[in-house]
């Protein structure tokens, strides 16, 4: 009897096909038949599964105790789990050398802030220390007295200049001349007068003057000096004796504004970093993107500093090169950047019938 039962029921079901499902049993899928009949009732093995109140789907994402995996997802370049240690942080030393280096940027982008302003400020302040070292070196080697007894007769008081008749010196380099028809000259006037060979250039107008040493350029308002009177004899008597400590005071101002300048340069490369990014297609954090354009100045800032040491380097190198150069070192950088593009796929549609 029960043999027969079994035959009618099976032939009185021509509707059950064995197929290629999935079935979640004990936490893991198997193959079995798209119907199942238990019990004179039939179930249907849909994408989507619930055992326990808990819905688990294959791929993209799997739910296991209330919490979702991920398994094909944008890492951001980053190692996360898979026992891997994550890539340390280059030293200050180590910037240095990585900088010149795009591909090492990886590594670079997990520098610290401390680090990287301790290292910028490190690097402009050794720049500067030479760049002082070499003026003190010149300036020694020049008779100041002999100068100055060549100066004319002139007063700076009330913040103007007075002078009887223009006056120029032209000697070994040095350039400087002084004027009282003109409110002042510019860095223009300056640069003019480097690449015709002067080394250091003193223009002093009516109500300023401007200073150029190595390409270096400085300008100083008479207003500025407080009531401070100044004359040749004030230069051959006060002004020689103090004129390390005035130079050394004013390289200090100058290396802070130098620092300054070098990160507000960074900022803007920053944002043209950004574009690049975004052509690339390519996820890269503001944070890590400004840590690239501070390291991308390094190479020219370097060169510059380079230049300006050579007794023999009459030129500078053009600010439309140095930064067309910089940004396609920083673009290179960023296209070398470990990890994928910005994934633009549209989601996985659901499969099955919807959830039970």
């Known amino acids: 009897m029960d043999d027969q039962w079994n035959q009618n029921q099976q ?19 198997q193959q079995g038949n798209t119907w199942q009949q238990q019990g004179g009732q039939y179930q249907q093995g849909n994408a989507w599964q619930q055992q326990g109140g808990q819905f688990q789907q294959g791929n993209p994402y799997q739910q296991q105790g209330n919490t979702y995996q991920q398994e094909n997802t944008y ?6 789990g898979g026992g891997l240690e994550p890539e340390k942080a280059p030293n200050i030393f180590q910037q240095f050398i990585h900088a010149f280096v795009p591909t090492k940027y990886s590594g670079l982008t997990k520098v610290k802030v401390g680090s990287m302003i301790g290292f910028v400020t490190l690097l402009v302040l050794i720049a500067t220390l030479f760049l002082f070292g070499s003026l003190m070196l010149e300036l020694s080697s020049i008779d100041m007295e002999e100068v100055t007894a060549a100066l004319p007769d002139f007063e700076i008081k009330n913040g103007r200049l007075h002078l009887d008749e223009d006056f120029w010196y032209d000697e070994d380099g040095l350039f400087v001349y002084m004027t009282e028809d003109i409110d002042g000259f510019n860095y223009e006037d ?3 007068l480097a690449a015709e060979g002067y080394y250091n250039i003193l223009l002093v107008g009516r109500e300023r003057l401007s200073l150029m040493q190595n390409m270096e ?30 130079i050394a005071i004013a390289f200090v101002f100058f290396f802070v504004g130098r620092v300054l300048w070098y990160f507000l340069c960074a900022a803007i490369y920053m944002l043209i970093g950004m574009a690049i990014a975004a052509i690339a297609s390519k996820h890269v954090e503001t944070g890590a993107l400004f840590r690239i354009a501070v390291y991308s100045k390094v190479l020219f800032f370097v060169i510059a500093a380079v230049i300006s040491l050579l007794p023999f380097a009459n030129f500078t190198i053009p600010f439309w090169i140095r930064a067309a150069a910089t940004t396609a070192f920083m673009a290179f950088a960023i296209v070398k950047l470990p990890g994928g593009k910005l994934n633009t796929a549209p989601p996985m549609p659901m499969g099955g019938q919807g959830w039970q």
Do not use: C, H
Request: proline share 3%; net charge negative; no cysteine.
């Open 217 to 246: 350029y400085q300008q100083l308002n008479f207003r500025d000096l407080s009531g401070l009177e100044i004359s040749r004899s004030w230069i051959v008597t006060k002004m020689v004796p103090f004129l390390m400590v005035v």
């Open 75 to 80: 890492m951001g370049g980053a190692n996360y």
């Open 11 to 29: 032939q009185g079901n021509p509707d059950q096909q064995q197929g290629n499902t999935w079935q979640q049993q004990g936490n893991q899928f």
């Open 190 to 192: 300056a640069a003019d």
